[in-house]
């Protein structure tokens, strides 16, 4: 396993291992002013990806607890293929903390660059939305 400049695991090709979490495509209606995509549509995106892995993790219902150091390090442009991955870094009683990074492959390329990275803190949650214990890792089968 290889790691990249912030510690992420890449493998020999420099890329997130594993199956990405959400993959879109960035549209016209996306963009800011100056014709790049929004960074809120972007953290968005990631939020998603991130909520399928904890949902999948919790066996159930979680929310965004907290977002931390978001790295811009460059623009997506409108038809860029974006790919979210989304990994479990460590769990506590009730949370999970996530790294997720988006990488954007350019529409008519096969070359793919990492655009943005940031941790997220999701909390599994009952029926009537307070704080509940993850399941045993071995009961639910860990993404």
Not at 103 to 122: C, G, H, P, S, Y
Request: aromatic share 6%.
């Amino acid at each position: 396993m290889m790691q990249d400049d912030d510690g992420c695991d890449t493998d020999p090709d420099g890329y997130p291992r594993g199956r990405a979490a959400i993959r879109t495509t960035a549209m016209p209606a996306d963009t800011n002013p100056a014709g790049d995509i929004f960074g809120g549509w972007l953290m968005a995106q990631m939020d998603l990806a991130a909520g399928n892995v904890a949902a999948r993790r919790a066996r159930g219902r979680c929310a965004t607890v907290a977002v931390d150091s978001f790295t811009f390090h460059q623009p997506v442009k409108v038809g860029d293929e974006v790919s979210v991955f989304a990994r479990i870094l460590r769990e506590g009683r009730s949370s999970m903390h996530l790294h997720v990074e988006a990488w954007r492959r350019l529409r008519e390329a096969e070359d793919r660059q990492k655009v943005t990275q940031a941790t997220f803190v999701f909390v599994a949650l009952d029926d009537e939305g307070r704080p509940r214990p993850l399941p045993k890792p071995e009961a639910a089968g860990k993404p």
